[in-house]
């Protein structure tokens, strides 16, 4: 992580933003917040700025105003209506760019963003770098060990989050007894899991007979600084209520919110939650058996 | 195809058998409709014999006592609970094969099961090739022309449905504005388009302003005699409820069942649903334009 002095947070929805705020407080770090108008609860942190996404010069304005030579976004923000946003003058100037990389995917317009502040002349930092307890070793996050029926479904789950990730789809997948359930794309994890509780019960597991793995992994290209992937309680929840027999991510590589009350959560719905040691940039076409070093 | 005297027709749900059993009536070379219990509705038939689908056996001898040469499978039927299945002799010998093809994916599955009934000396004859006039050749159905946005969507979607598809994945892919807004896994056409209707209206067209395309295309690998992809009067009103301006398929590689109420839907809806020429089993990792023979 390149070093920093005062860090403006730039928050969105969610609780990620909310742990970050806390990690730099704790090393009094943290500059300013600006809370995003429309995704961010402003009322979970200490005197934000409110802004809308679009107020480019502004943001730019309170962050030179607080001082601070770094800047890191966390939480989630949807995609706007571009032709509905109120930009201020570099917001306009901006917008025919990341209107382009928008057009590309996700990804590409969250490098814009971030190539937008670098040019700025911030340091953007990602929010694991700011709480780095988000990120887990290798191993079992709660108590439950997966069976190797398990184990094979991540492998699948994994591959086929990578090679749907190597085109900026999505970061999740669902596999079950090796049949691909549920892809992620614009619908968001949590809608996924809902739908995969909503499929056949021939073709999913329950809660007495818990089958199947969600796996969630960066793209395997993607802006780490930003937009990796993250669980938290409600992930496992989802999971449960999908019948899953587990989640898995690649050790590093995913953000696991609140991780003790995660365990919790997966040791009382009797599911396996773990990280694996694996190669995240590896060709994900070759890639057939991704915790291969387990 | 391979030719044949007397078809026994294998039915599951949906239109698709329904078409094919008039077309084979046509020709004088329907020798038995098999309606599938729980899948086929059997009022649709002339006399059909209803089984069930682990019945492998009571069926050979059916398609025997029929005096068929030649076997048709045509309609939907989803993965049965295995463990719940009541098989005669034959279907249990069968089973075993049949789990083991079911954990790489539903492509191995199907070719299974086209293998068994042709170990027993039937020919196994594709949908399309008893109603030809189901295959569609490139151009427009309907009067409205896809715009080039749309056309780069088509584009786009249809290498998603490429890529996911040769993962065995599924056979549809929706593209908005160059974002892939969703992958159909097992949830099927139906539900993927209500959950991109259901997406914020930012990512989406509206009725009136259409945007995004749905792509179906067969898997570059796929059994082509059971599973090419289908569409009908409600994937237009599904694709139209999801504010999308077109659909897109291959011409010759997808199903178009009542091709002249399909145009009349897509005319009403104001959306283009059109064929284009492609190379299906081209590397889809290189196929990044699809539709370049337009």
Same mark, same amino acid.
């Given at each position: ?10 928050? #969105?929805?969610?609780? @990620? &933003?909310?742990?970050? $705020?806390? +990690?730099?407080? *704790?090393? =009094?770090? %943290?500059?300013?917040? !600006? ?55 570099? #917001?306009?100037?901006? @917008? &025919?760019?990341?209107? $382009?990389? +928008?057009?590309? *995917?996700? =990804?590409? %317009?969250?490098?814009? !963003? ?55 789809? #999505? ?124």
């Amino acid at each position: 992580m390149a070093g920093f002095e005062r860090l403006g947070l730039i928050a #969105g929805g969610g609780d @990620l &933003p909310v742990y970050v $705020a806390e +990690a730099a407080q *704790g090393g =009094d770090r %943290l500059a300013c917040v !600006i809370a995003l108008k429309g995704f961010a609860d402003p009322t979970r942190y200490d005197s934000p700025i409110i802004r809308g996404i679009a107020q480019l010069g502004q943001v730019v304005k309170d962050l030179r105003l607080a001082d601070c030579d770094a800047v890191c976004f966390a939480g989630i923000v949807t995609r706007p209506d571009f032709s509905a946003l109120k930009p201020d003058l570099k #917001g306009m100037a901006f @917008l &025919p760019q990341a209107l $382009a990389a +928008a057009t590309r *995917g996700d =990804d590409a %317009l969250l490098r814009a !963003i971030v190539g937008f502040f670098e040019k700025e002349g911030f340091t953007v930092i990602g929010a694991n770098d700011i709480a780095d307890e988000l990120l887990v070793p290798p191993g079992l996050i709660g108590a439950i060990e997966p069976s190797p029926g398990v184990r094979a479904d991540a492998a699948k789950a994994l591959h086929i989050a990578g090679v749907t990730g190597a085109e900026d789809i #999505g970061q999740g997948a669902v596999v079950c007894d090796g049949l691909v359930l549920a892809v992620e794309a614009q619908e968001g994890t949590d809608q996924m899991l809902a739908r995969v509780a909503g499929l056949p019960s021939e073709l999913r597991g329950s809660a007495i007979n818990r089958k199947g793995v969600l796996a969630k992994r960066p793209k395997p290209d993607q802006e780490r600084r930003i937009d990796l992937p993250v669980i938290g309680v409600s992930t496992v929840e989802g999971a449960a209520r999908a019948g899953l027999a587990g989640i898995v991510i690649p050790a590093g590589g995913a953000m696991v919110l609140g991780r003790e009350a995660v365990a919790r959560a997966a040791d009382a719905a009797g599911l396996a939650v773990w990280a694996v040691d694996m190669d995240e940039r590896a060709d994900v076409a070759d890639d057939r058996n991704p915790d291969r070093k387990h």
